[in-house]
């Protein structure tokens, strides 16, 4: 965990009363208040999903490319490697993801009393990771060094921590990095696409994760000043082979009979959502399938699909976060559909899209080439360096300093659109995961001024969300709206005033 010192949120809330305090006199006198500027950090990247939520056995497979092709035609042993870590995880204390019926029932009931905020994950007991590698790594067919002990050991301190209730995660998260005051956690959906399931279905796990937006608007999360407000999952292989497709702009309460984007608009409209996150790796582009993709049957239901979402969302200035690195293809050849520049043909169509890039083409020159001409082409595109190796690895911190000092001399409009992400609780499969916030300031903050390190910190993520303007000033926008529904009579965060 990171210490306890005073964030900026709770400096922004001050300055938020001095300028309300400031608009009475200002009232008496006739004038109108000055807006308040907002500082504050968000991290814009980030999950909270429990293993409940996930096909785990085909995602755990599918973190490693070739792993699966592996498995299905030579050996299986990789499976038999991920169920033995994922059994091993599962005889620890408390270590049981709750089902989705559960944890919703207890959320509504803790909603409906005011309480203290929820509780983080209890850690690890003493000497149980070393345990836990040990009794893990006999299904491997070989010797296991002392490094690679140590990333089966990370594995499975991120397995066990995702064995536990979504609220509990969330709160975890906030107490991890205590400078943060607002928290977008992206759902996934991988059900189509893995060869497998999740325990709890998508439309559950909506209902959760508002559950866990409310709280968190009671300041029971983990910190009173803590908000989570996250993103839906929308894969569009579930809309165009799932329910009949509904109008998002008149979405009932998520289950089993609602298609993807319904259940996107619920999320936006009631849930407390702020966006969409997709994930093309799995196997899709985020347009064209049926020129790129001629062999797949159902490609032309996936561009219907993925055309109907940009709409929905450029209409309603809902933001849409897409998986924008070479990282985690669901099978060897599938980074090509994954590129920056496939979004080309998505943002002629739809110019004022508010979109992100998401890990920002990780270490690929010319992937971030492609996004960063997209982001001098149109007003509403970012880029998030989520779950960078500028954390843990100094020599990669340096280049990319190097790297980023040219391309925002290059491309001014870049200082902008950065954004800082965690990916947590991904992030903590690499080392050092929770200094990400600390790290992102060392690193940025030698090639960036003051304020400019504040627009990435922060600031930046709320232009993109669409609740601040150029002016560092709350913006009245559908989004605003939207979340002012949300909290209703709740006191609002000065990233909403």
């Known amino acids: 965990m990171t210490g306890g010192r005073q964030g900026p949120t709770r400096r922004a809330l001050l300055a938020g009363a001095m300028a309300g305090a400031a608009g009475t006199v200002a009232r008496s006198a006739g004038t109108a208040p000055p ?58 204390p408390d270590a049981v993801a709750p089902a989705g019926g559960a944890e919703l029932a207890t959320l509504r009931a803790l909603a409906a009393q005011p309480g203290a905020p929820l509780p ?27 490094e690679q002990r140590r990333v089966v050991a990370r594995t499975l301190e991120a397995l066990y921590l ?34 497998d399931h999740s325990p709890t279905p998508l439309w559950q796990q909506l209902l959760i994760q508002a559950q866990i937006a409310g709280l968190a608007v009671a300041g029971r999360i983990g910190r009173p000043d803590a908000r989570f407000h996250p993103f839906a999952a929308f894969d569009p292989r579930r809309q165009a082979q799932g329910p009949a497709a509904g109008n998002p702009d008149r979405p009932r309460l998520p289950g089993p009979a609602c298609s993807a984007l319904e259940m996107v608009g619920w999320a936006v409209a009631s849930g407390g959502f702020l966006g969409v996150k997709v994930y093309p790796p799995v ?11 001629p062999g797949l049957p159902f490609a ?47 943002l002629e169509r739809f110019p004022k899209l508010r979109l992100d890039f998401g890990h920002f083409g990780g270490d690929l020159r010319g992937w971030i ?86 627009d990435v910190m922060g600031r930046n993520a709320l232009r993109f969300l669409g609740l601040l303007d150029d002016q560092n000033r709350p913006r009245p926008g559908a989004a605003a709206r939207r979340l002012r529904g949300f909290y209703g009579t709740a006191p609002r965060p000065a990233w909403l005033a």
């Open 35 to 92: 807006a308040p500027e907002v500082a504050l950090d968000v991290d814009v990247h980030c999950h909270t999903f429990c293993s409940a939520d996930l096909p785990i056995v085909g995602f755990v497979a599918h973190q490693i490319p070739g792993l699966t092709e592996i498995s299905r035609f030579f050996t299986r042993w990789p499976e038999a490697i991920v169920r033995g870590l994922l059994g091993a995880v599962t005889t620890l």
């Open 120 to 146: 983080a994950v209890p850690p690890l007991p003493p000497g149980a990771a070393e345990q836990l590698v040990t009794s893990a790594v006999k299904y491997l067919p070989f010797a296991v060094g002392a």
């Open 162 to 195: 995702v064995a536990h209730p979504r609220a509990a995660i969330a709160a975890t998260l906030a107490q991890t990095f205590p400078s943060v005051a607002l928290f977008t956690p992206s759902l996934v959906d991988y059900d189509a696409w893995s060869g």
């Open 283 to 293: 196997g899709f582009a985020p347009l064209d399938n049926a020129q790129l993709q």
């Open 300 to 346: 032309a239901g996936l561009d219907r699909a993925l055309a109907g979402l940009y709409a929905f969302c450029e209409a309603a200035e809902v933001p849409v976060l897409t998986h924008a690195s070479a990282s985690n293809e669901y099978g060897l050849g599938l980074r090509r559909l994954v590129e920056p520049g496939r979004w080309a043909p998505v």
């Open 369 to 454: 080439d492609q996004a960063v001409a997209l982001i001098d082409r149109y007003p509403h595109v970012y880029a998030d360096l989520s779950n960078s190796a500028l954390v843990y690895d100094g020599v990669f911190a340096a280049r990319l300093q190097a790297r980023l000092a040219e391309l925002l001399a290059a491309h001014p409009k870049l200082k902008r659109r950065l954004m800082y992400g965690s990916d947590w609780w991904l992030s903590a499969l690499d080392p050092g995961a929770s200094l990400a916030a600390e790290r992102f300031r060392t690193v940025l903050g030698a090639i960036l001024a003051a304020d400019e390190l504040a």
